[in-house]
């Protein structure tokens, strides 16, 4: 007969101030592609600092090397809704910088709250229709995420509040 031994080395679970990588696939509702870590370094991030939407944080909880899981995050729990009044028709003569403005361009804007990036979603004559919402505001996420790793964060990455190496920080 055999004895089977307990391990005394427990899987290390996703929590606050672990450092997890993971290897993901973001789509819209519609199936199209939004982003992938395909063909990169794992994302690396310290879980609990607010560094993934916080839908994903959720989902990852409790999660462990080699996991996988597929998540479908609504907009609330992750770039907020869309907000028509953040669209706003410019007169073009009012950019700087050399070049034309053409549209799915990103522009750095002044607004009441200090400087933030929009997206050029329409030109039309003279005029510049200009989105201030996130490109992901108001669209649900359809994510595939693998568990690569899962450690302890050192005192350095705390202290500096992201992960360090491959897939994260250089320093
Ligand atoms: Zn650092």
């Known amino acids: 007969m055999c004895t089977l031994y307990a391990s005394k080395h427990v899987l290390m679970k996703i929590d606050d101030n672990k450092v997890v990588s993971i290897h993901y696939t973001l789509k819209d509702a519609d199936g199209n592609l939004l982003d992938s870590s395909d063909g990169r370094d794992p994302l690396a991030f310290i879980h609990g600092t607010g560094a993934l939407i916080p839908g994903l944080e959720k989902e990852l909880a409790g999660k462990g090397k080699g996991d996988a899981l597929q998540a479908v995050v609504s907009p609330d729990d992750a770039y907020g809704p869309y907000f028509d009044e953040l669209v706003h028709t410019v007169p073009k003569s009012g950019f700087q910088g050399e070049g034309d403005i053409e549209v799915g361009m990103q522009v750095q ?18 005029n510049v229709k200009l989105d201030l919402n996130h490109p992901l505001a108001g669209v649900e996420l359809h994510f595939d995420v693998e568990v690569v790793e899962v450690r302890d964060a050192t005192s350095e990455e705390l202290e500096h509040g992201h992960a360090h190496g491959p897939g994260g920080h250089e320093h």
């Open 109 to 126: 804007v002044e607004t009441n709250t200090g400087p933030s990036i929009a997206t050029v979603t329409e030109v039309v004559e003279e």
